[in-house]
């Protein structure tokens, strides 16, 4: 399974745009990429998912160029309500196992 | 439509005590899985179900641990002996078939267990 690295922490303002990166070197053809959200008390709740260039959702983008070693979340405009632990992975496709890594906590600031 | 729903949302038992936690998922989804989170770590794969079979149960830390689904719907997971290093936050999530689309899993809100 490949392996994923993203920052620990980031904070952000209120209306910003975020871009969270997070590298996998050694993702594989059949592997997508994929983004969960969690908010403190709950369960993890799932964003965006792509295999290569774009994809956009009512949420987010996901960005993910042509070599597909890294892929970058993007949050438009952000609001405290985003402050939450985000979360990429790299799920092979048919796996029903999701392997979370430590994720990126996010701060927004007023 | 309603989400996966676990109880209780908090158990403390005492250790050595047995504990069975439950999960409702989403109605018509054939795939049930549970997950374990501990106080500041990511999320632990524990066990998965398709329908009522559980073809991967390589997540379960321990022959203390047990799980099983009944109907292709509830599941429960059956904690034996429990140990303080068994707290934590019991997640269970659901999904339409786990070919293709496990990555949209949808998770519950977690039972909160403490082992005192």
Known sequence: ?110 | GAGVSQSPSNKVTEKGKDVELRCDPISGHTALYWYRQSLGQGLEFLIYFQGNSAPDKSGLPSDRFSAERTGGSVSTLTIQRTQQEDSAVYLCASSLDPRGLSYEQYFGPGTRLTVT
């Open chain 1, 1 to 110: 399974l490949a392996k994923t690295t993203q920052p620990i922490s980031m904070d952000s303002y209120e209306g910003q745009e975020v871009n969270i990166t997070c590298s996998h070197n050694n993702i594989a053809t059949n592997d997508y990429i994929t983004w969960y959200q969690q908010f403190p008390s709950q369960g993890p709740r799932f964003i965006i998912q792509g295999y290569k260039t774009k994809v956009t959702n009512e949420v987010a983008s996901l960005f993910i160029p042509a070599d597909r070693k890294s892929s970058t979340l993007s949050l438009p405009r952000v609001s405290l309500s985003d402050t939450a632990v985000y979360y990429c992975l790299v799920v092979k496709d048919s796996s029903y196992k999701l392997i979370f890594g430590s994720g990126t906590r996010l701060l927004v600031r007023p």
